[in-house]
């Protein structure tokens, strides 16, 4: 009789599902849905002469639900209803996109569903609530995901982006920080940066908070591409970042303790953090996809999480195809709700006694996005709490306002508005100036760079980047501010098969992509070695593609894989005229003239 164990990581058995004799015997060959009596939750069994696979129903990439695919036609594969990835069930393998996730498989055994969670690691050591007493702990709303925790004695703030954009020029605040925000960082006993995003890890902000307070104690995850990878590059200074292990209490004083997890979708770079005061648990979740494994702490007294959703170029920055703006706008509507359902649902599981969505407060101000701004519509607060409210109404929930504090021992005595002061009468809430062009200029100012006066540039970077031996052809187009190529800007193919740069596509049949980068971010992310989430994320390409498939081994590896240490600029300058001569035999095609010629 069989039963299912989840394979590879955890401590404990934990039962999901209990199928009997008779519900075990009606299995149908190929795939069968099944859901949990207990808490609804859902799994997929499949069948094929006499033997049974088994996982849980969620997508791997953001959680989403699968479905039955009406394109498969041997009944092995299911859909996501998210983003439409695909899941062999028969061999556990991702086929939409290829090559990229395996899905955890549920161990043989008897009549259940077995999974070995995760140990809790919050309950060592745990510790009785005291009282508290008003004032004494308080949590002021900045901006976006930046909060300043006030706990007994000490100050901590979350994740500081006060100043400049984010992703490269792409996201800006949407709120107005409070005047002394600044001033209120460089007087924090200890900083959290969940991860290396810049909406999160704001260079900019830490350039001025490094200036007065070099030495604040900075503490991020022991993630495996490290939180800080640009600092030396950045020109920071900072001089007491602490790196620390997931699942362990950081003691800071005898009342006040913190713990970071990490995610399981992106566990490369996403972490979380619990906070204790005197017994009293605060959880920030940030961006992760699923913390910890889906394991978290219930009925903790503040849980906060992001909840807006936009934040990805797909699909408001692809075109052909499907991708007309009806699709577009159905796609994210859809996405939104999904987003929203699943925020609430989470929050109601976890029974916090406060709830707060942040993390989401950003805005695609300038001028040149309002394409993106227009169309890429995002979750409201206000509209999360409302749901909440009624699916949960036991817990109270905050949307912040920029200097509005929570005073946590009155929100636990009564909770109620007093609770919560919101900022004076006349508060700016909203940004209205962003200073655009001193930030764009300083990304354009790479344009003119001595590296990019010579072609072989373009082998140079692609060999310090290290993709290859994947079947894809990319076709990068350098443009201006609308995505129309550049008369005097670089246009190049490179087949990822060998890492060649043709002229011409290959005749052999090969996926195709097609991007578009606006000329100064892309030469300021290739100058620097940045990720390519700069473009992507932060909407500075236009792209399409043939067939419409996503390619995760090749995005995965430009947006979190590329080499820590930046390209050899000064070695390759030196050795220009020999790339020069060992690039021209491929035929780099550079000049616009050839936007003419673009499949």
């Not at 290829?98 to 050591?125: C, H, K, M, N, R």
């Not at 901006?143 to 703030?157: D, F, N, V, Y």
């Not at 902000?205 to 490290?226: E, N």
Request: net charge negative.
């Amino acid at each position: 009789m069989p039963d299912w164990r989840y394979k590879d990581r955890g401590h404990t058995d934990y039962y999901l599902l209990s199928l009997d004799s008779e519900a075990v015997f009606s299995l149908k060959d190929g795939i069968n849905f099944k859901k949990s009596p207990d808490d609804g939750k859902c799994y997929i069994i499949y069948k094929e002469n006499g033997e049974l696979k088994a996982c849980k129903n969620q997508c791997k990439h953001q959680g989403g639900l699968f479905i039955k695919d009406i394109e498969d036609l041997d009944g092995r594969t299911v859909r996501c209803t998210k983003h439409y990835w695909k899941l062999n069930v028969s061999t556990m393998q991702y086929v939409n996109p290829p090559d990229s996730f395996t899905q955890d498989e549920l161990d043989e055994g008897g009549l259940q569903l077995v999974e070995v969670i995760v140990w809790d690691p919050w309950s060592a050591d745990p510790q009785d609530p005291q009282e508290l007493q008003e004032g004494e702990v308080t949590v002021t709303y900045l901006t976006h995901a930046c909060m300043e925790l006030q706990l007994g004695g000490k100050k901590m703030i979350f994740d500081p982006w006060l100043t400049g954009p984010a992703f490269a020029r792409g996201w800006w605040l949407l709120h107005e920080p409070p005047a002394d925000s600044m001033e209120r960082l460089c007087m924090a006993d200890l900083i959290y940066i969940s991860h290396m995003h810049s909406d999160h890890l704001s260079y900019p902000t830490l350039k001025s908070l490094s200036a007065t307070r070099p030495d604040v104690p900075i503490y991020v995850g022991d993630t495996s591409r490290p939180v800080f990878w640009m600092l030396e590059k950045s020109q920071v200074q900072l001089t007491n970042i602490n790196v620390v292990p997931f699942g362990i209490w950081q003691n800071i004083d005898e009342h006040l303790r913190f713990m970071i997890l990490k995610d399981e979708v992106h566990p490369e770079m996403d972490t979380c953090i619990i906070v204790e005061y005197k017994g009293h648990m605060i959880l920030n979740t940030v961006d992760c996809t699923r913390p910890n494994y889906g394991r978290l702490p219930h009925n903790v007294d503040l849980m906060m999480s992001d909840f807006a959703g936009g934040a990805s170029g797909f699909p408001m920055t692809f075109s052909g195809g499907k991708y007309t703006e009806s699709w577009k706008a159905d796609f994210i509507k859809n996405e939104r709700k999904k987003l929203m359902n699943y925020k609430a649902q989470l929050v109601k599981s976890l029974q916090p006694k406060i709830y707060c969505p942040f993390a989401g407060y950003f805005v695609e101000a300038h001028p040149s996005d309002r394409y993106i701004k227009e169309t890429n519509t995002k979750n409201k607060a206000e509209e999360l709490n409302a749901l909440i409210k009624k699916s949960a109404p036991g817990i109270t929930t905050w949307t912040p306002k920029p200097g509005a504090v929570l005073d946590l021992a009155l929100a636990l005595m009564s909770p109620s508005r007093k609770a919560i002061t919101d900022p004076p009468s006349g508060t700016n809430i909203y940004k209205d100036s962003w200073d655009f062009d001193l930030y764009v200029d300083e990304l354009n100012r790479a344009i003119t760079a001595e590296i990019f006066k010579h072609k072989s540039w373009i082998q140079f970077y692609y060999n310090w980047a290290g993709f290859k031996n994947y079947d894809l052809v990319v076709r990068v187009i350098e443009t201006d501010e609308d995505f129309i190529p550049i008369d005097n800007g670089y246009n190049y193919l490179v087949d990822f098969m060998d890492l060649s740069f043709p002229t011409q596509r290959p005749t052999r049949e090969h996926p195709y992509e097609e991007i578009k980068n606006r000329i100064g971010v892309m030469r300021h992310v290739v100058k620097n070695g940045l990720l390519w989430d700069n473009l992507y994320i932060g909407f500075q390409n236009r792209l399409s593609r043939e067939p419409d498939v996503y390619h995760h081994q090749f995005w995965n590896h430009f947006q979190t894989e590329l080499p820590v240490t930046g390209p050899d600029w000064d070695l390759f300058l030196q050795q220009a005229p020999s790339y020069q001569r060992s690039a021209e035999p491929q035929g780099i095609q550079t000049e616009s003239g050839s936007a003419s010629t673009l499949s």
